[in-house]
């Protein structure tokens, strides 16, 4: 019974996960998974955030590929709590992987804890790591039909990014037909568009991110800023024109 054994591993990963967001919530830890297709630029866009944090932000990431330590050591180039977590063929995080990464993390150190998941669009969505929020990255360079090829990401993240605008007069992607496609899926979506290379959209990015951390440190344990309401839409703050769809 092919789909009851995938039940009970979803059933034993929300349970996993469950734990991991109680220890998360006790560190008063503001948790993203961040979730994108290889090469859409996940990493360099943490090299810029972790550059650019307030120092009274202290951070940490998770970072999960197949094989290689590569980005792990990209990213201890730029903050000093990073666990690398190399997957195998699994081509998804899991919860399992975040509870044993959060034993090498001293929680009462960081405020905020971004988790790289592996570049993937697809199963990453389905597995809850006990984050606050989720975080779906695109890239101009993969075309501009990958919300639409990827709904279950656009409607189950709390924010959009859609990365390397930088390259927009380079490449083909219409930016209106991706923009309609997350309007569709998710009406009230939040959407940055960034650029590591030029800066842009960096701010907006990081001042998301510290609002995040702000609101768990003022609601306490009760739980993070964003509703994870898996499915269902969550009320969003007015967005910033510059910001929102
Ligand atoms: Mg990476
Ligand atoms: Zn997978």
């Known amino acids: 019974m092919k789909i009851q054994i995938v039940e009970n591993v979803l059933k034993l990963n929300d349970e996993v996960a469950a734990a991991n967001r109680a220890r998360l919530a006790q560190g008063r830890v503001f948790t993203v998974d961040l979730m994108g297709a290889p090469g859409a630029g996940k990493t360099a866009l943490l090299e810029a955030t972790l550059k650019r944090l307030p120092a009274s932000t202290r951070a940490a990431v998770i970072v999960g590929d197949l094989a290689t330590a590569r980005d792990g050591q990209r990213l201890q180039a730029c903050c000093r709590q990073v666990v690398q977590v190399n997957t195998g063929k699994t081509c998804h995080l899991e919860a399992h992987h975040v509870a044993r990464a959060l034993q090498r993390l001293n929680l009462d150190r960081i405020d905020l804890l971004i988790i790289e998941n ?128």
């Open 118 to 245: 592996v570049g993937n669009l697809i199963c990453p969505v389905g597995f809850d790591l006990g984050q606050g929020a989720k975080v779906g990255l695109f890239s101009v360079t993969e075309g501009d039909d990958k919300a639409a090829k990827h709904p279950f990401l656009v409607r189950e993240s709390d924010l959009l990014v859609l990365n390397k605008v930088d390259l927009l007069p380079y490449v083909k992607f219409d930016s209106g037909v991706f923009r309609r496609d997350v309007a569709r899926l998710r009406p009230h979506a939040r959407l940055i568009e960034t650029s590591v290379t030029t800066g842009q959209g960096l701010d907006l990015w990081i001042n998301w991110l510290l609002g995040c951390c702000a609101t768990l440190r003022t609601r306490g344990r009760s739980g993070g800023p964003v509703a994870i309401g898996r499915g269902r839409p969550r009320k969003t703050r007015p967005a910033r024109k510059d910001a929102a769809l």
